[in-house]
């Protein structure tokens, strides 16, 4: 089993349309989350981290779910460019800094 | 502010030549990660180094591969014998000390094709 799953998508979504997608970790002793982003295998950037609150930043909504192992990720009012993979990390109590890659979930807005 | 450097952005060499990937963290960072991308999969772990320091190899192949990253000068991956599966997309990772130290800032990548 994968230490971080994610559903490859492609999620394709109406410009201004919501788009919401998990990601599931095995390992409970993960201890930190984040959200980024990677267009066309460039650099992946950093979108946002995940606090146990939740948290939110513009448009975009992140929320954990340690009980359940999963993150989530919702954008509102998608833009032509959000059309990205959304990569799922998490690290490691032990080894935070070492980061651990989901494969990514392929977004798709369209005019 | 510059981001994370890498150079060269794309590398050929082929079967049996050495590789040799540079990357130079962002002003103030003293924490260098090495990451690689295989075609169509994720990203992958090699490596944590700290100036003088390697602090995590756990995703380091156990030959060919090594990495430094010197007192003075950018950090260096280094593979030798390259062989065809060693074609990928290198990625070079820099982040701050202290509170922030999770946060890791990716360079452009090195893309290696081996012929």
């Known amino acids: 089993r994968k230490e971080v799953e994610q559903d490859p998508g492609p999620f394709n979504v109406p410009e201004g349309a919501t788009v919401a997608f998990n990601c599931t970790y095995s390992?409970?002793?993960?201890?930190?989350f984040f959200w980024y982003r990677q267009d066309c295998r460039k650099e992946p950037k950093l979108l946002m981290s995940v606090y146990s609150s939740g948290n939110e930043d513009g448009r975009f909504t992140a929320q954990l779910n340690r009980a359940s192992q999963y993150i989530s990720l919702l954008i509102r009012d998608s833009k032509l460019s959000d059309s990205a993979t959304y990569l799922c990390?998490?690290?490691?109590?032990?080894?935070?800094?070492?980061?651990?890659f989901g494969a990514g979930t392929q977004v798709v807005v369209t005019p | 502010n510059a981001g994370v450097m890498q150079n060269p952005r794309h590398l050929v060499r082929r079967r049996g030549q050495e590789a040799r990937l540079r990357c130079s963290p962002m002003?103030?960072?003293?924490?260098v990660y090495w990451y690689r991308q295989l075609p169509e999969e994720g990203l992958k772990f090699m490596v944590y180094l700290q100036k003088e320091n390697i602090i995590d190899e756990s995703g380091m192949p156990k030959e060919r591969f090594s990495a430094e990253f010197p007192k003075e000068g950018p950090s260096i991956l280094r593979i030798q014998q390259v062989v065809r599966g060693d074609s990928a997309a290198y990625f070079c990772?820099?982040?701050?000390?202290?509170?922030?130290?999770?946060?890791?800032?990716f360079g452009p990548g090195t893309r290696l094709t081996v012929t």
């Open positions: 990390v998490v690290t490691l109590t032990d080894s935070w800094g070492k980061l651990q």
């Open positions: 002003k103030g960072h003293s924490h």
């Open positions: 390992n409970s002793a993960s201890q930190s």
């Open positions: 990772a820099s982040s701050p000390q202290g509170q922030r130290s999770y946060e890791q800032y």
